[in-house]
């Protein structure tokens, strides 16, 4: 009968467990890889800046891990969808625009700058966040960019009912308060 009990003690710790963890179906798309990347390399990043004499820039890539690392949570769990306050794709798109950048400038320095192993080691990673972090960026860029045109990139691009685009001059002008816009 103990046996009974204690597995029956399990079940709810296994669920807890399971909840938290990443879904197989998000891991396995495009943004779970891409979010599973970047977490792996800041980790791997932020180890290697811990273990080297470039030990300054090791806070970039922990904040880039916590980042990615909520942001993996946030929509494996479908978290975001909570809040609809924020606009998630472009709070992610800043996110990643910085961290490739920021990433990319303490690679170059730990490189070229600090002559030991680890330093060595994590600009090599850092260098690989950064193609990842960009690749994400791209992505997003691209996701917001069909979402503001108001259609998917299949679609044919809205007829401009005999405007000839080549020629389009858009000159705002005040008249009394408000903006007109004039097409040449």
């Given at each position: 009968m103990g046996d009974i009990e204690a597995s029956d003690s399990n079940r709810p710790r296994q669920t807890v467990i399971h909840s938290l963890l990443p879904s197989k179906e998000f891991i396995s798309s495009r943004k779970g890889l891409l979010l599973l990347g970047e977490v792996v390399l800041s980790f791997i990043s932020f180890v290697c800046f811990a273990a080297s004499t470039a030990?300054?820039?090791?806070?970039?890539?922990?904040?880039?891990?916590?980042?990615?690392?909520?942001?993996?949570?946030?929509?494996?769990?479908?978290?975001?969808?909570?809040?609809?306050?924020?606009?998630?794709?472009?709070?992610?798109?800043?996110?990643?625009?910085?961290?490739?950048?920021?990433?990319?400038?303490?690679?170059?320095?730990?490189?070229?700058?600090?002559?030991?192993?680890?330093s060595k080691a994590a600009g090599v990673f850092g260098f690989v966040a950064t193609i990842i972090f960009a690749l994400d960026f791209y992505f997003i860029f691209n996701e917001l960019a069909n979402f503001l045109k108001g259609g998917d990139p299949s679609e044919e691009p809205p007829n401009t009912q005999g405007i000839n685009t080549d020629l389009l001059f858009i000159l705002p002008f005040k008249h009394l308060g408000s903006v007109r816009f004039f097409y040449f």
């Amino acid at each position: 009968m103990g046996d009974i009990e204690a597995s029956d003690s399990n079940r709810p710790r296994q669920t807890v467990i399971h909840s938290l963890l990443p879904s197989k179906e998000f891991i396995s798309s495009r943004k779970g890889l891409l979010l599973l990347g970047e977490v792996v390399l800041s980790f791997i990043s932020f180890v290697c800046f811990a273990a080297s004499t470039a030990a300054a820039f090791v806070t970039a890539p922990f904040i880039e891990f916590l980042a990615a690392l909520f942001l993996l949570f946030a929509y494996s769990t479908k978290f975001n969808e909570r809040f609809k306050g924020f606009h998630w794709p472009l709070m992610d798109f800043l996110r990643c625009v910085s961290a490739s950048i920021i990433f990319f400038i303490i690679s170059i320095i730990s490189v070229s700058k600090y002559p030991d192993g680890a330093s060595k080691a994590a600009g090599v990673f850092g260098f690989v966040a950064t193609i990842i972090f960009a690749l994400d960026f791209y992505f997003i860029f691209n996701e917001l960019a069909n979402f503001l045109k108001g259609g998917d990139p299949s679609e044919e691009p809205p007829n401009t009912q005999g405007i000839n685009t080549d020629l389009l001059f858009i000159l705002p002008f005040k008249h009394l308060g408000s903006v007109r816009f004039f097409y040449f």
